[in-house]
């Protein structure tokens, strides 16, 4: 299994709801990450899991929750979001060798709409 | 810090022509770099990566890229174009602490 799976593909959601993304990967990866991917631009970096520890947030609002509650499994959680949260959510997973990055794993994103 | 500049935000190439997009970084060490080609609405999907030896690194769906690190370039190129190429194309750099950084992206487009 060489697949990074994100659910759902698409979410529509109004500013006072709470809803989760979910990102599961079953290669013994160590590292999985969240990126934010607005229409036309690259994606940036929020967060970063090492060994499900918290390694990097990019100073991310706390209205984006990120958790991590097993080596497997990538969560966002989502509450009173914006407008201009409206954006594609891709999560990628690596082993973690050395200090540097190696070949990521993207999945295909959940697309969020904000109302 | 890291950066990654492609200056090329588009790109019309004609089927069966040849292709080079830029792609410069800055890095205070050796870089790990990356090609990622992005479809609309879809997640990333890995060309190719230079971590170390050969500078001329060959990825998936013909496409190669070489790096000169006396340019600060990874430049990544296609003898003969596709339709099926057009799509996004994203140059990163990766470094400590498990970071990749993206450039802003080039559209490319294939005229038949």
């Known amino acids: 299994d060489t697949e990074v799976t994100q659910t759902p593909k698409h979410l529509v959601m109004g500013m006072t709801n709470k809803k989760s993304l979910k990102c599961e990967q079953h290669?013994?990866?160590?590292?999985m990450y969240w990126y934010k991917q607005k229409a036309k631009k690259p994606p940036e970096l929020m967060f970063v899991?090492?060994?499900?520890?918290?390694?990097i947030n990019e100073s991310v609002p706390s209205r984006f929750s990120p958790e991590c509650p097993n080596s497997s499994l990538l969560n966002l959680h989502l509450h009173a979001l914006q407008p201009e949260d409206s954006a594609l959510y891709l999560c990628?997973?690596?082993?973690?060798?050395?200090?540097?990055?190696?070949?990521?794993?993207f999945g295909s994103g959940t697309q969020l709409s904000v109302l | 810090a890291q950066s990654v500049t492609q200056p090329d935000i588009h790109i019309t190439v004609s089927e069966g022509a040849s292709l080079e997009l830029r792609c410069n970084y800055s890095?205070?060490?050796?870089?790990?770099l990356f090609w990622y080609v992005q479809s609309p609405g879809q997640g990333l999907q890995l060309l190719l990566k230079?971590?170390?030896?050969?500078?001329l690194v060959q990825g998936i769906k013909g496409f190669e890229a070489e790096f000169k690190r006396s340019q600060s370039s990874f430049n990544l190129r296609k003898p003969s174009v596709h339709w099926s190429d057009a799509a996004e194309y994203f140059c990163?750099?990766?470094?400590?602490?498990?970071?990749?950084?993206f450039g802003a992206g080039t559209i490319l487009r294939v005229k038949s």
């Open positions: 990163a750099v990766g470094g400590y602490g498990n970071k990749l950084v």
């Open positions: 890095y205070g060490a050796t870089p790990y």
């Open positions: 899991y090492s060994y499900e520890k918290l390694s």
């Open positions: 230079y971590f170390s030896g050969d500078t």
């Open positions: 990628a997973s690596t082993q973690v060798q050395g200090q540097g990055v190696e070949k990521l794993f």
């Open positions: 290669m013994g990866h160590r590292a």
